[in-house]
């Protein structure tokens, strides 16, 4: 099974032509197939995962089978969680890109720019936003 983070890296980044807009209708293409291509990817993996524990849910009966049995599922289960996560994000991002609003930040309404949006499709702070705001969490200040 592929790394989703794998997935994204590899994905052939964005060459902008001489003087291209920012986020021009060719560059929102790119990142609507980019963020299609990874949601597809992540649905393929959750229907990997529900055939894979609906075939290995015979019990075993061995206590230390049984128990890294289910601490197995339990890891399974919690990754799709996070991946249902994205994917959520994923569909955000691409409603942002129907509504204009892809690439910027959505505190200060600057560009988050080609090489942030190209290593997190889902981004939705510049790095500074992101930063203030992990600061302000950090600090109980939400």
């Not at 986020?23 to 990874?38: C, P």
């Not at 089978?65 to 919690?78: I, V």
Request: overall charge negative.
């Amino acid at each position: 099974m592929e790394n989703n983070s794998d997935f994204i890296e590899n994905y052939p980044a964005y060459s902008p032509e001489k003087n291209e807009e920012y986020m021009s209708d060719r560059m929102l293409e790119h990142f609507r197939q980019k963020l299609v291509a990874w949601k597809n990817q992540l649905i393929e993996e959750a229907s990997s995962t529900i055939s894979h524990l609906q075939k290995d849910s015979s019990t075993p009966a061995d206590p230390n089978d049984r128990a890294s049995m289910e601490e197995d599922f339990a890891l399974e289960l919690r990754t799709r969680d996070r991946e249902r996560k994205l994917i959520s994000k994923i569909d955000k991002s691409l409603r942002d890109i129907e509504n204009g609003e892809y690439g910027y930040c959505k505190m200060s309404g600057e560009e988050i720019g080609l090489a942030r949006m190209e290593a997190r499709p889902t981004a939705t702070l510049t790095v500074a936003m992101k930063r203030k705001q992990e600061l302000r969490e950090k600090q109980g200040v939400a």
